[in-house]
């Protein structure tokens, strides 16, 4: 009775302790709970947080650090140590509405332009001149000197009311160029012509040819580049040649006739030319068009300054000093010393 009593309370503490089952489940049970003990672990940690959000859900205390006897260090390491203990401090309470990044914009100036920026210099800037410091130029680009019907009508006024004729053929070229009427456009280091101009029509009016000169010079001191030629006087008869080849050429009479006849006008090309090259031009041409000595059409089909030069581009000469009353030449009173009469040209 004793035994069957033991077995049979052995069951019944089986049946609590546990659902009896096979032998051969007992590993897959033990692996199932191995696996899921990890698990169990992982749900129990805290969930991380970013850590601008940890810092606003939790209120940041200052940590005071023991006492330890040991005094503060002194000196610039001492003063780097405070920086950066309130640095530190600030940033540990910034709000969420004032990122790092922000910050930082706030304390650093937004960067200055270079200082080789391209620099756009007066008409009459000279190479060397020393420019102001500390100040950062900006080039200014002038508006086109576009030519118009009445820029060309001006021209033609202008070639009449200063007594110059159209040149008809390359025999009354070369009788202008005889009597110096027509002087010789000369090619330089600043001023380069284009070779296929010929030799003969590379003349122009002496108040045209030192314009050449001295636009060119300048332009080569400012850029150390030279300025070229394309086209400087003209006859009839080339012209009428070239209305044939070049639907743009102007006519050989009348009010819109060619400057070029005239030898008055020069064609500066600007093949090559930069921004930068093209408003110095523009800059420099405009006060001289505005003062009546030149008369301007900026061409860009043919890509050149066609330029009209005037008499008045000249300096004018000097004013003739005039002798105090009674005075006598200083070669007359010579002559008067040794005796021998004046000549009668001399005064």
């Not at 650093?108 to 008409?123: M, S």
């Not at 004013?319 to 200083?330: I, L, N, W």
Request: one cysteine or more; aromatic letters at 4%.
């Amino acid at each position: 009775m004793q035994s069957r009593a033991g077995h049979q309370s052995e069951g019944v503490r089986g049946v609590l302790c546990g659902i009896p089952f096979p032998a051969f489940l007992f590993p897959i049970v033990l692996l199932a709970a191995l696996l899921a003990r990890p698990a169990r672990l992982h749900a129990s940690a805290p969930v991380p947080t970013h850590p601008r959000v940890h810092r606003t859900a939790q209120t940041v205390q200052p940590q005071t650090p023991p006492a330890t006897g040991k005094a503060a260090p002194k000196g610039k390491s001492g003063a780097k140590a405070g920086s950066k203990a309130k640095e530190n401090d600030s940033a540990e309470h910034a709000t969420p509405s004032t990122p790092p990044h922000a910050r930082s914009r706030r304390r650093h100036k937004p960067a200055e332009p270079p200082a080789d920026t391209p620099t756009l210099y007066r008409a009459g800037y000279r190479a060397g001149t020393p420019q102001p410091a500390g100040r950062h130029r900006r080039l200014i680009v002038p508006a086109p000197l576009r030519g118009s019907h009445e820029v060309l009508v001006h021209q033609n006024a202008m070639a009449d009311s200063e007594g110059l004729e159209r040149i008809e053929d390359e025999s009354e070229l070369e009788r202008l160029r005889a009597a110096r009427l027509l002087v010789p456009v000369t090619e330089s280091s600043a001023l380069h012509i284009d070779p296929e101009l010929p030799a003969v029509r590379r003349t122009a009016r002496p108040w045209t040819a030192r314009f050449a000169g001295d636009i060119a010079r300048a332009y080569h001191a400012r850029f150390g580049r030279p300025l070229q030629l394309n086209s400087a006087v003209r006859t009839v008869d080339y012209q009428l040649r070239l209305q044939q080849v070049n639907g743009n050429a102007a006519a050989v009479e009348g009010d819109t006739a060619s400057p070029h006849l005239t030898g008055q006008a020069i064609d500066l090309g600007k093949r090559g030319m930069g921004v930068a090259q093209i408003a110095w031009m523009r800059a420099y041409l405009k006060p001289l068009m505005e003062a009546g000595k030149i008369d301007v059409e900026e061409e860009f089909q043919q890509a050149c300054f066609h330029i009209s030069v005037y008499r008045s581009y000249l300096p004018s000469p000097p004013a003739p000093r005039r002798r105090a009353h009674g005075s006598q030449a200083p070669g007359s009173q010579l002559a008067q010393l040794h005796g021998v009469a004046p000549h009668p040209s001399r005064p």
